[in-house]
């Protein structure tokens, strides 16, 4: 058996530049991924099977066409048929929140099949599979900060340092559809130039202002983390709704999660750090 983490994905910064002919959008963004996650489970088995368990199952249960089967017949389809497999999804990241949880499921089975197939992790082939599945599974395959450009696949590594961060999700789910819809298609420039927290505390999110439009709870987030003792960068990750602050100590992250749990129990918390 085989245990692959699916760690959450955060845009620091997200620089949209233009609306590309394909349909997708030419980006410029701050890839980082933090402790805890979502984790896939692979087993050999007489049979195929898959099953989702965790606190956010419900809301793929009703899926037939899952991003992890997805990935499974991808890796299949590019290095053979293999042998069955019984995959466990433990889903403890919300569904469409921003953070990158499907993208990261679909990188940890990729991984994980890649180890019981014996396919080397630096096989460029996995990497193509990664691009074809979704814009940010190449940059959750990699799994460590990265500068993403093009739909975010074309990935250059940049270290940052593990600071406590606060993810919230105010229990809405956003359309990442809808979210680039809504953009203004106005190229506000690019990243700048810099070491990671250089690159994070000057740029922006520019999928935040027709996220905010769909979603109005993500103003009250915002607002929250933002009166944290502490803080030293609030931002919403991708296309929403999750937000998320930086802090240099854990005692003020954990701070602000106490704070805002007690004022909006139904929200989603997590207490995590940058690795």
Request: glycine share 12%; charged share 20%.
């Amino acid at each position: 058996m085989i245990v692959e983490p699916a760690p959450a994905k955060l845009n620091l910064a997200l620089h949209v530049r233009a609306r590309r002919d394909d349909g997708y959008h030419e980006l410029e963004t701050l890839f980082v991924f933090v402790r805890d996650g979502d984790s896939v489970r692979l087993t050999p088995a007489e049979r195929d099977g898959f099953a989702i368990i965790g606190p956010f199952a419900s809301g793929l249960s009703g899926e037939g066409d899952n991003l992890v089967t997805r990935t499974r017949d991808a890796f299949r389809g590019t290095f053979g048929a293999g042998d069955p497999l019984s995959i466990v999804l433990d889903k403890h990241l919300p569904v469409a929140s921003g953070i990158g949880g499907g993208s990261a499921d679909a990188a940890a089975t990729l991984r994980g099949m890649a180890q019981l197939a014996g396919v080397s992790p630096d096989d460029p082939a996995l990497m193509a599979i990664a691009a074809d599945l979704g814009s940010d599974v190449p940059a959750c395959l990699a799994g460590r900060t990265m500068i993403g450009r093009g739909r975010g696949e074309q990935l250059t590594p940049i270290k940052v340092p593990p600071l406590p961060v606060l993810l919230v999700n105010p229990g809405v789910a956003v359309s990442t559809a809808a979210v680039f819809a809504g953009w203004d298609r106005i190229d506000r420039g690019a990243l700048p130039n810099g070491d990671a927290l250089t690159i994070a505390l000057a740029g922006r999110n520019d999928l935040e202002p027709p996220a905010r439009a769909l979603a109005p709870a993500i103003d009250t987030v915002l607002d929250m983390l933002g009166a944290a003792p502490g803080v030293r960068l609030v931002r919403m990750s991708g296309s929403g709704a999750t937000c998320f602050a930086l802090f240099d100590r854990e005692e003020d992250c954990a701070t602000a999660a106490t704070t805002i749990r007690a004022a909006q129990p139904g929200w989603w918390c997590l207490e995590t750090a940058l690795t």
